[in-house]
T-cell receptor, first 117, second 112 residues
Framework: GAVVSQHPSRVICKSGTSVKIECRSLDFQATTMFWYRQFPKQSLMLMATSNEGSKATYEQGVEKDKFLINHASLTLSTLTVTSAHPEDSSFYIC?????????????FGEGSRLTVL | GEDVEQSLFLSVREGDSSVINCTYT??????LYWYKQEPGAGLQLLTY?????DMKQDQRLTVLLNKKDKHLSLRIADTQTGDSAIYFCAAPFSGNTGKLIFGQGTTLQVKP
């Protein structure tokens, strides 16, 4: 079964509203989680690294005030898309690593599809 | 930085073997990954290989790593229609942080 879970899987919102997406590690603790964005028929692009107990680290070109990340516990990271616009519509996927099982065990969630009207 | 390249499309007949190829640029990559993505779904970790290995086999999947040429391949034996999906090769940005850079993805089409 899934070891990394995202919620919601689909969300539709109006332009200007904020949307929160959750990423949970189900069977393990993750001090670090990662958020990616995927446009249709394209590859995944890393947006940011979510660090438990400290600020997220954003990749170049990603607006930290637009994409707020909070890693409140060892099993939960949240991505909030603030003041969403249609160009924010995308597939957002998180990942987490079970470090007790070695660096190769890097799992992704089911993804969250955001549609901004 | 790291760059990962894949061919975009592969079509095979059911029962044949599929070979998906990937090249990367950073020779210090520790782990290299293969993920499968079905339409509308997230990524499923298929397998990974550590850089000190040349080959890894897991049931129908065989990963070959040529470190000299920085070439990685995924072979799927006895390909089934359920194997139709997009396959992504991924390598770490740098070191062993868990941050990955992905190839463009190879769409595998399996014809009955």
């Amino acid at each position: 079964g899934a070891v990394v879970s995202q919620h919601p899987s689909r969300v539709i919102c109006k332009s200007g509203t904020s949307v929160k997406i959750e990423c949970r590690s189900l069977d393990f603790q993750a001090t670090t989680m990662f958020w990616y964005r995927q446009f249709p028929k394209q590859s995944l692009m890393l947006m940011a690294t979510s660090n438990e107990g400290s600020k997220a680290t954003y990749e170049q070109g990603v607006e930290k005030d637009k994409f707020l990340i909070n890693h409140a516990s060892l099993t939960l990271s949240t991505l909030t898309v603030t003041s969403a616009h249609p160009e924010d519509s995308s597939f957002y996927i998180c990942s987490a690593r079970d470090q007790l099982k070695g660096a190769g065990e890097l799992f992704f969630g089911e993804g969250s599809r955001l549609t901004v009207l | 930085g790291e760059d990962v390249e894949q061919s975009l499309f592969l079509s095979v007949r059911e029962g044949d073997s599929s070979v998906i190829n990937c090249t990367y640029t950073d020779s210090s990559s520790t782990y290299l990954y293969w993920y499968k993505q079905e339409p509308g779904a997230g990524l499923q970790l298929l397998t990974y290989i550590f850089s000190n290995m040349d080959m890894k086999q897991d049931q129908r999947l065989t990963v070959l790593l040529n470190k000299k040429d920085k070439h990685l391949s995924l072979r799927i034996a006895d390909t089934q229609t359920g194997d139709s999906a997009i396959y992504f090769c991924a390598a770490p940005f740098s070191g062993n942080t868990g941050k990955l850079i992905f190839g463009q993805g190879t769409t595998l089409q399996v014809k009955p």
